[in-house]
């Protein structure tokens, strides 16, 4: 049987399991605070089943609750995360799901694939510099203007090329992509390897919304 269709019993078997632990008693003392946190600041939780609960996350700036996972109050582009070891709130960034280079924007307040002009001007393009901070810098490959709403260009090693597009530098079976965590374009096939996780929480990935805000550290070899 395929993921997709073990992905659903999968969600049953879950929700079965945390409702016979909490029946039980068996949810542990922070697990059942952080619901009684998230019941009080939305009180329609109440009603909710232990897994839309457990799933769940509270928005400061919205103050509504919204599951994980999904676009919630976010921009183009990003979805809805858990903060990292907080079993009650929850902030946008962008959507690292599918697995490509995406780029906050503060003045859009979206994500944008690397590469693209997102907020910058006309002449620039929106990337992550070496500290791992969204930037503008200058578009080194500008094409002409027949090509430009055609193709996304980038700069790989030290000239323009296609991104999407085969290239004599890869295998027959690949092309020029940006993969989350680079800042440069490789050869490769845009496929998301990343397991799927039933609350997706808040990563310091390049170019994100938490780098924009300094809460994340530089990692090494970026």
């Known amino acids: 049987m395929s993921l997709s269709k073990w992905f ?25 605070a952080a619901a009684k946190t998230k019941t009080e600041l939305c009180p329609e ?3 909710k089943s232990t ?14 609750c919204y599951k994980t996972g999904t676009k919630g109050p976010c921009g183009n582009n990003m979805i809805f995360y858990a903060v990292s070891d907080d079993p009650v709130y929850g902030e946008c960034d962008c959507n690292y799901e599918i697995c490509r280079s995406m780029i906050y924007s503060r003045e859009y307040d979206e994500c944008f694939e690397a590469f693209q002009q997102g907020h910058c001007p006309a002449s620039e393009w929106l990337v992550a510099d070496k500290n791992g901070q969204p930037v503008c810098e200058r578009n080194l490959c500008l094409p002409p203007p027949k090509y430009s709403s055609k ?54 990935e390049l170019g994100s919304r938490l780098y924009d805000q300094g809460r994340c550290i530089r990692r090494k070899g970026i």
């Open 151 to 204: 193709y996304q260009w980038a700069l790989y090693k030290g000239r323009c090329e296609r991104l999407y597009k085969p290239i004599h530098d890869c295998k027959p079976d690949e092309y020029l992509w940006v993969p989350k965590g680079h800042r440069y374009p490789v050869c490769g096939k845009a496929e998301c390897t990343n397991p799927h996780t039933f609350v997706p929480e808040l990563q310091c």
């Open 45 to 47: 939780m109440a009603a």
């Open 8 to 32: 659903p019993i999968c969600l049953v078997l879950l929700a079965f399991t945390l409702g016979a632990a909490q029946a039980a008693g068996m949810l542990s003392a922070s697990s059942r």
């Open 51 to 64: 897994y839309e609960m457990w799933s769940t996350r509270y928005d400061n700036k919205t103050k509504v």
